[in-house]
């Protein structure tokens, strides 16, 4: 009897550590796999987006991928400086509003970038220094933001304001040369426009947390955050190479940011590469996100390999057929599996 007792013990032990290791990491009680990005993301109650380009989107392959697979829209280019001012005082929004009009009627969020950057700007802001440059910065803030109000859902308000290298200095820029109180202003005339607007800063280079670049922006974060100056969101861009790959420690620092009170994004995702080796990559960054709750959404920066801005590298998750690569497989399936924290956004 004890021998049978001991081996039902011994039978049941096992089952059990069986049972245990074939649990899938989604719910018992869940539907079946998701079988587009955005859906698959939605359930882990994150957004998966992508950089487009508004002009493509009367292409009816890429036009259906963007539909399909995507609950988010980063207008690639329309919404820059000399897009969107090219006089100044004289706006022009019609293809920024034309890749927002889309994302209306099907929708999709749109993260609107970049407010302030350094490159993208039209000759006269070139030629401006001092207050009257501080002044056009705030002006086209203000008056881009207020367009858009109640329709941008996010906004990088500030793009690579940092430089790279071992300095954390800030980039030498004409706005940097404004003072260097240009970035929180920025972000005020932001929130002044639309108060519902989720702000954020947007960087590349800033995904390993060693990096002076990433302490630095951290540092400003921080410095933000404890004197009130409207931020809600930090972007990284989280453009990967071979000599620049998704680092280990890439969850750890998205953690970082997010322990400020603000939420992550990784805004502008490309890995370059192909086959298992860029799949295998991928679902190490997707994993990084589902890993931290406070990281609310992922942007591919591009649709096909043939879109992107270095479509030598491939670096997209969709070759430039339009098929799935095996990068899109290790997506879907890393959102459709991980145990994903859940998390309330900012704003
Ligand atoms: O993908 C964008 C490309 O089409 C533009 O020519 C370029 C210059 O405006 O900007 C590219 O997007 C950049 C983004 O706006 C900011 N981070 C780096 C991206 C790649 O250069």
């Not at 920024?96 to 490159?119: C, I, K, N, Y």
């Not at 922006?217 to 969101?233: K, L, T």
Request: charged letters at 20%; aromatic letters at 8%.
């Amino acid at each position: 009897m004890r021998q049978l007792w001991s081996a039902l013990v011994t039978v049941t032990a096992a089952s059990l550590t069986a049972a245990v290791m074939l649990v899938p990491a989604r719910p018992a009680a869940a539907d079946p796999p998701a079988t587009t990005l955005a859906e698959a993301a939605h359930r882990t109650g994150r957004h998966f987006g992508v950089g487009v380009s508004g002009h493509k989107l009367a292409d009816p392959v890429y036009a259906g991928i963007v539909d399909r697979e995507f609950d988010g829209l980063t207008p690639e280019n329309e919404l820059k400086l000399d897009a969107t001012e090219p006089l100044q005082g004289r706006f022009t929004f019609a293809a920024g509003d034309r890749v927002v009009d889309h994302a209306e009627s099907r929708g999709q969020r749109v993260r609107g970038q970049t407010l302030l950057w350094h490159a993208a700007q039209p000759s006269w802001l070139v030629n401006l220094r001092g207050a009257a440059l501080r002044q056009a910065m705030l002006d086209h803030v203000t008056q881009v933001v207020a367009h858009y109000r109640g329709r941008v859902a996010a906004w990088d308000v500030v793009g690579e304001a940092f430089a790279d290298g071992t300095s954390g200095a800030r980039r030498d820029s004409n706005f940097q040369r404004t003072g260097d109180d240009w970035i929180e202003a920025a972000f005020r005339a932001a929130r002044a426009a639309d108060p519902d607007a989720k702000l954020c800063y947007n960087d590349y280079n800033v995904e390993n947390w060693s990096h002076a670049k990433t302490q630095a922006v951290h540092r400003m974060v921080r410095d933000f955050r404890s004197r009130g100056v409207p931020i809600d969101c930090v972007g990284l861009q989280s453009h990967f190479t071979a000599y620049h790959p998704v680092p280990a420690d890439f969850a750890a620092t998205l953690r970082a940011f997010a322990d400020l009170g603000v939420d992550v994004e990784l805004t502008e995702l490309d890995i370059e590469g192909s086959g298992a080796a860029q799949a295998d990559a991928y679902r190490r960054a997707v994993r990084a996100c589902l890993e931290v709750s406070g990281c609310t959404g992922i942007t591919v920066w591009g649709v096909r390999d043939s879109d992107s801005w270095r479509s030598s590298g491939t670096p997209l998750l969709f070759d430039s057929t339009g098929a799935r690569k095996p990068a899109y497989t290790a997506v879907l399936d890393t959102l459709n599996r991980f145990p994903a924290t859940r998390h309330v956004p900012v704003r």
